[in-house]
């Protein structure tokens, strides 16, 4: 039992650090450093400077939401890519005919991305806090952590299910992209949720994010955990049903891959 | 180039439509990508308490968001793909030079492009009723092309660049959103800090951008419109300087490197 | 016109990598030290060698796709280097392997682009390209995409492309990997016949049997040093008067053999493939009737399962020369 246990973390952590090797394989840490946070600071920039024209009067509101949209993308996205370059560089079929149990194979890529998005989230906020004057001194910095972990992790298993589509179309990622230009719009990032359609209200409430993010936001107005727990609960509640959806769709694509071989064609 | 091979230019335009242009990731790049600025655009102002959108600049603009980003992804992609599938090394060892080929795979990028804003003005006219009355229709016309071709400049610069080594593509990546701020695609440029309209100042499809906007509600002060438009051309040109200077130090680059194939 | 086809002289080339976390620190490697050699006109020339020898860095930098880092090489008297864009026009170069076309377009379209980079006139283009699709076997193809051939299929469409332009100097680069022995036998044949037409080609292949078949001359390259030059009989006859004799052996016993032999004279060259079942000892010696002699005793399935002597072929004298005894 133990050793099945070590065995399970073992292969989690490996697949953890070839996650990380293959990212810094082929850019130089600036490199990175600039394509983690450039592109999200920039993208703010653009969406405070139409805010700005159009009279919306509080441009932190989109600082916030954007820096924690960062974990979001980094654990839906980076998921996606690491189940769907399997197929890509046509290595899916070692990896399912190896007995390695699948969980920890993709969980243990997902270790990384949500690490690698939770710590450019605080990165974000220390950066902002210096460029637009964010407040952080009543902000109780241990629950921004939880809450900016919690996106990270809740929104990887969003990336276990356009994953697990990625391998059985070739515009998977362009599915997951296009998802991830919805988020701008829908999960309270930009804009309240209020603000929106009462349709798309509806469907905001079934995503992950719009709680934790909503979280967040409480917590950077000096809220406590009293004020944040039944967010925090909902969004754990539906961050487990899109990881188990997505696990279990995984799994039921390799099943029928058996029969129809059709997980590893491009 | 001595004559213009129009049998290359058919045969290239054709070869990058049907493989670059007709496939599904231009349905997010030229229609869902721009629609969903345009809603941010919309829904910010609808959060502010604007009771309408402001047409211009929200839709319209939005239309240009997509024009950017599919030249600045297609022409990631296309050096990128090439470099990938083998096909780089088989253009640049043919005797047809390697900047000849990505200028008319440019002039089919933009020109791929103006679906995005062809149906930014269709969603402007028949979704939100703009009615177009007052417009200085010329003004528009001209300023239109000379976006394309500041935007033609900007992408021949960008694919050399991105020819000279694989990891160039991540730096274009990067300037995707920059030039979108810094050039204001989707707000007048006058809500930027001064410092920053002055950097915007030198590139070209600010110029023919805000010679656009401004023909669009209705400017006809033909000295503003002539200064934007020879800004336009005057840095587009530069740009075109620039990219042949570079296009000889790419080609011996890349050879140097052996960068021509690497994945 | 007294130039040759192809000449190098101390071709070169070391690539530069950056590495380390701070991609801070460079690590050279010299993929081709010191290769010099000439091909006449209309001579079919052989490069072999392992893996990483050079051989495809030499082809890339004699096809202008590298710029080498010393040396020079000419192509019919044109200098790679200096006269870039005149040598283009009269080389045709294929690489293995599925890369180098489009994959969503069809064979016919895929010649047609190239024929355009190669600024070849409407006319001749629509003449040629049925034509080099019938000659490599892909005319009742030529409509289907190319994402649907198989890889010979796709090897022969490499050659088609290289030869659209009709140049006078052809490079082909593995051109048989991956393809069934019918397919490599048809692609074989197809290159004799560029040959009757006066073509020059510089080949390189790791397939001993069709350098033999094919070649005028073969230059066997290792390390980035060409470590032997002749046509393949002078290269055969370099290890003469060796026979080559084979062993099927048990594996547990090989020691035992091994220690026999030893007594053979300094030039005998035993090598043991473990790659085949059963294993085999392989004993070049020019003391035949001695290995027998020494072997004789063992001769029964506890040692010796079977033994065959048998002629030198090119792949002995490769192995050999490869191997550093006979460089």
Redesign the interface.
């Given at each position: 039992m133990i050793d099945k246990f070590v065995h399970i973390i073992r292969i989690y952590f490996a697949e953890a650090w070839l996650s990380y090797q293959g990212r810094f394989a082929i850019t130089s840490p600036f490199g990175y450093i600039a394509g983690k946070l450039g592109f999200p600071f920039f993208l703010m920039l653009f969406f405070i400077f139409m805010g700005k024209y159009v009279g919306f009067s509080d441009p932190l509101y989109i600082v916030i939401g954007n820096i924690l949209l960062i974990p979001a993308s980094s654990g839906m996205g980076g998921v996606t890519l690491a189940i769907s370059d399997e197929r890509q560089w046509g290595t899916l079929s070692y990896v399912l005919g190896s007995p390695a149990p699948r969980g920890p194979v993709f969980m243990g890529r997902a270790f990384y991305y949500i690490v690698d998005g939770f710590v450019t989230a605080l990165l974000g906020f220390g950066i902002a806090a210096g460029i637009f004057g964010l407040d952080l001194s009543t902000v109780n910095i241990f629950l921004l952590m939880i809450c900016s972990l919690l996106i990270a992790v809740t929104s990887s298993g969003l990336g276990f299910l356009f994953g697990s589509i990625s391998l059985v179309t070739r515009d998977g990622w362009m599915i997951l992209s296009t998802f991830l230009s919805f988020l701008y719009i829908l999960v309270g990032v930009n804009f309240p949720v209020a603000s929106l359609p009462m349709i798309l209200q509806k469907l905001s409430w079934g995503l992950p994010l719009t709680r934790g993010i909503m979280a967040a936001r409480l917590v950077m107005e000096g809220e406590g955990w009293s004020s944040i727990s039944s967010l925090i609960t909902g969004e754990v509640l539906v961050g487990l049903v899109y990881i188990f959806i997505g696990y279990f769709f995984f799994l039921f694509l390799e099943k029928r891959s058996m029969h129809s071989g059709t997980l590893d064609a491009m | 180039m001595t004559h213009l091979r129009w049998g290359l230019i058919k045969q290239q335009m054709s070869v990058q439509f049907l493989v670059r242009t007709m496939n599904p990731l231009s349905l997010g790049l030229f229609v869902i990508q721009p629609a969903v600025f345009s809603a941010v655009g919309m829904l910010l102002s609808r959060a502010a308490g604007n009771s309408t959108p402001d047409l211009v600049y929200s839709v319209i603009g939005g239309g240009i968001m997509g024009m950017w980003s599919g030249l600045v992804f297609t022409s990631t992609f296309d050096i990128a793909g090439d470099r990938r599938n083998g096909m780089l090394e088989l253009i640049v060892g043919s005797p047809t030079s390697l900047n000849l080929i990505e200028s008319i795979r440019t002039f089919t990028n933009v020109l791929s492009g103006l679906f995005s804003l062809v149906l930014a003005f269709m969603a402007a006219t028949f979704i939100f009723g703009y009615s177009f009355t007052g417009v200085n229709t010329w003004g528009v016309i001209v300023s239109l092309l000379l976006l394309l071709f500041a935007m033609w400049s900007i992408g021949v610069f960008l694919a050399n660049f991105l020819a000279w080594s694989r990891l160039s593509g991540t730096f274009v990546d990067y300037l995707e959103m920059p030039i979108a701020f810094i050039c204001g695609f989707m707000y007048p440029i006058r809500v930027l800090p001064v410092w920053l309209q002055h950097i915007s100042g030198a590139i070209p499809i600010r110029w023919a951008l805000e010679a656009m906007n401004e023909s669009l509600l209705g400017s006809f002060d033909l000295k503003y419109l002539t200064i934007h438009w020879a800004m336009t051309i005057f840095l587009s040109l530069v740009l075109i300087a620039i990219t042949t200077w570079m296009q000889v130090k790419v080609h011996d680059k890349i050879r140097l490197s052996g960068e021509l194939s690497s994945i | 016109m007294d130039s040759f086809a192809i000449e190098t002289k101390s071709l070169n080339k070391v690539?530069?990598t950056k590495t380390g976390?701070?991609?801070n620190k460079s690590k050279s490697t010299m993929a081709v030290e010191d290769i010099s050699f000439s091909v006449e006109r209309g001579e079919l020339f052989g490069l072999l060698g392992p893996n990483g020898a050079g051989k495809t860095?030499t082809v890339?930098m004699l096809?202008?796709?590298?710029?080498p880092t010393g040396g020079t090489a000419k192509i019919l008297g044109m200098d790679v280097v200096k006269q870039t864009?005149e040598v283009?026009?009269h080389i045709g170069?294929a690489?293995s392997?599925s890369?180098?076309?489009?994959?969503?377009?069809t064979a016919f379209?895929n010649l047609?682009?190239?024929?355009?980079?190669?600024?070849l006139k409407?006319d001749f283009a629509n003449k040629r390209i049925p034509m080099l699709l019938d000659l490599v076997g892909l005319a009742d193809r030529a409509d289907d995409r190319v994402e649907t051939y198989s890889s010979g299929m796709t090897q022969r469409l490499h050659l088609a492309?290289a030869l659209l332009h009709d140049p006078e100097v052809l490079f082909l680069d593995e051109p048989t990997v991956g393809i069934d022995p019918v397919g490599s036998r048809d692609l074989r044949k197809t290159i004799k016949n560029l040959l009757s037409l006066g073509k020059t080609i510089l080949l390189t292949t790791h397939y001993m049997a069709e350098a033999e078949e094919l070649c005028h001359r073969i230059a066997i390259v290792k390390k980035g040093n060409i470590v032997a030059l002749d046509t393949p009989d002078a290269l055969k006859r370099r290890i003469s008067g060796e026979s080559v004799i084979e062993a099927s052996i048990q594996s547990d016993q090989i020691q035992v053999l091994i220690d026999k032999l030893k007594v053979l004279d300094q030039r005998t060259v035993i090598t043991h493939d473990t790659t085949t079942e059963p294993e085999k000892l392989c004993i070049r010696t020019t003391e035949p009737g001695r290995v027998l002699e020494l072997l004789s005793p063992y001769l029964n399935p506890q040692y010796i399962l079977n033994l065959e002597a048998r002629s030198q072929t090119l792949e002995d004298v490769y192995i050999a020369i490869i191997q550093g005894d006979q460089a």
């Open positions: - | - | 690539f530069i976390f701070w991609k860095t890339k096809t202008t796709l590298l710029l864009a283009r026009k170069f690489f392997g890369r180098g076309l489009y994959n969503r377009l379209q047609k682009y190239f024929a355009e980079l190669y600024s409407d492309r």
